[in-house]
């Protein structure tokens, strides 16, 4: 057995997508605000009685979320294409040096419906 804690928040930021579909909106600059999810186990049994201290899953998300939050994501050292898809391995990666097992993390943009989510 093992125990999921997941802990949400968000971002808000700009970007451009060239695409093969022909959308000249994605072509110029435009923001989203994109709301990401990282979820992260441990063992059922803990002598902590926790996955981790919230406090510590939160500190690293503000170092991931520092580089996303108002940047331009075409700038983004290491995030590549700024796609959805991107945005889940970016932060998988940013948060997979922690005292945590990452299991998945969910990015999603509410106002258009769309959702992404990569698991180990
Ligand atoms: N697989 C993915 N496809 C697309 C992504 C993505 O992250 N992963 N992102 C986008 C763009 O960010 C875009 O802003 C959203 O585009 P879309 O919903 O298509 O809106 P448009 O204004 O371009 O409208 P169309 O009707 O598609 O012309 C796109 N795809
Ligand atoms: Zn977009």
Request: aromatic share 6%; proline share 4%.
């Amino acid at each position: 057995m093992k125990l999921e804690l997941t802990q949400r928040f968000f971002f808000d930021a700009a970007h451009t997508l060239e695409r093969a579909h022909d959308s000249a909106p994605s072509r110029r600059v435009h923001g989203h605000t994109y709301h990401a999810a990282v979820t992260v186990s441990a063992p059922a049994a803990t002598d902590s009685g926790m996955v981790v201290d919230l406090a510590l899953l939160r500190q690293g998300i503000a170092a991931v979320r520092e580089r996303l939050d108002h940047h331009l994501l075409d700038e983004v050292p290491g995030l590549g294409r700024p796609t959805l898809e991107n945005l889940c391995r970016f932060i998988f990666e940013g948060m997979a040096s922690g005292l945590w097992v990452v299991e998945r993390v969910d990015v999603e943009r509410p106002a258009s419906g769309d959702a992404c989510r990569l698991s180990r």
